[in-house]
Nanobody, 119 residues
């Protein structure tokens, strides 16, 4: 079970931090990822992190602006977003992946948290 938090409204160029709390067993054994979905568009990959937390992977559109991290002691994964742009607007979803590292298919999803970037 995954629960996201931290979304909100921010101005162009601003920052937001998202968090995803996981419940259940074996969190530390699987890679985790963030996806997002804008209105009228398909869900897209944003960032992933491997099971030990030392190998992040980013979509080209967010590289250099977003940072993914995880805390296996607390069963959480975070997404620090800076220099946000209006095109970053969407619902952000946390996902558990079926493997130790990206790429791997998602196996479970959170309910999503809304991020809105105003111009």
């Amino acid at each position: 079970h995954l629960v996201e938090s931290g979304g909100g409204l921010v101005q162009d160029g601003g920052s937001l931090s998202l968090s995803c709390a996981a419940t259940g067993r074996y969190f530390s054994e699987f890679a985790m990822a963030w996806f997002r979905q804008a209105p009228g568009k398909e869900r897209e990959f944003v960032a992933a992190i491997n099971w030990t937390g030392d190998m992040p992977h980013y979509a080209r559109s967010v590289k250099g602006r977003f940072t993914i991290s995880r805390d296996n002691a607390k069963d959480t994964v975070g997404l620090q977003m800076s220099n946000l742009k209006p095109e970053d607007t969407g619902t952000y979803y946390c996902a558990s992946l079926n493997g130790h590292a990206w790429p791997a298919p998602p196996t479970s999803w959170g309910q999503g948290t809304q991020v809105t970037v105003s111009s």
